[in-house]
């Protein structure tokens, strides 16, 4: 139990469909994050949101949109991706944004698209 | 552009030898840095982490040093088990939010 929860693990979606990827911290953090996890690539920081306001966007492609509602519950909607998109999509959270200290990672949730 | 990279792609050791896996980062004005580690079909956990103030600390089996003046980072594992067995990513911390990580090396443990 790492007190982040994403769902869905696994995801396979055409590249005309509209999904969403959920993140949910126990953790009563204030701020939540979305990596992108590639082959052979380092963890890519795609959005960082502070208290419900984004406060990063790594100039991801608009067809990631997150939406933060909450402190507890981060969402990444994907809308027309393309194959190169396929990755694994790591949610984390810490204390504070703005601030050093340690992040805690959901297990990810595998995207592949077709 | 400023980057954490790892000298080595994958590490074999025998169980119950040391483990050394090495990082080089390139902002000096980086002043937190920490160690993940990533087993399979998981996100990276927290092993250790070290501030620029210091360079060294230990944690249960595990040491971290921190060399400012080559911008060098190890991560060392006393008596290499089995379960040690995953991806260790070092990663840098500028300024708060921004947690930038290097490429990450395999660490096969034999038995």
């Known amino acids: 139990e790492t007190g982040v929860t994403q769902t869905p693990r696994h995801l396979v979606m055409g590249m005309t469909n509209k999904k969403s990827l959920k993140c949910e911290q126990h953790?009563?953090?204030?701020?939540m994050y979305w990596y992108k996890q590639s082959a052979k690539k380092p963890l890519e920081l795609m959005f960082v949101?502070?208290?419900?306001?984004?406060?990063e966007n790594n100039s991801v492609p608009s067809r990631f949109s997150p939406e933060c509602p909450n402190s507890s519950h981060l969402f990444l909607h994907l809308h027309t991706l393309q194959p190169e998109d396929s990755a694994l999509y790591l949610c984390a959270s810490s204390q504070e944004a703005g601030r050093t200290g340690e992040l805690f990672f959901g297990e990810g949730s595998r995207l592949t698209v077709l | 552009g400023e980057s954490v990279g790892l000298h080595l792609p994958t590490l074999s050791v025998q169980e119950g030898d040391n483990s050394i896996i090495n990082c080089a980062y390139s902002?000096?004005?980086?002043?937190?840095f920490i160690w993940y580690k990533q087993e399979s079909g998981k996100g990276p956990q927290f092993i250790i982490d070290?501030?620029?103030?210091?360079d060294k600390r230990q944690g249960q089996r595990v040491t971290v040093l921190l060399n400012k003046t080559v911008k060098h980072l190890s991560l060392q594992i006393a008596a290499t088990q089995p379960g040690d067995s995953a991806v260790y990513f070092c990663?840098?911390?500028?300024?708060?939010?921004?947690?930038?990580f290097g490429a990450g090396t395999r660490l096969f443990v034999k038995a």
């Open positions: 070290i501030r620029s103030n210091m």
């Open positions: 949101y502070s208290l419900e306001e984004r406060v």
């Open positions: 953790l009563g953090h204030n701020a």
């Open positions: 902002n000096s004005a980086s002043d937190y």
């Open positions: 990663a840098e911390n500028e300024e708060g939010f921004k947690t930038i």
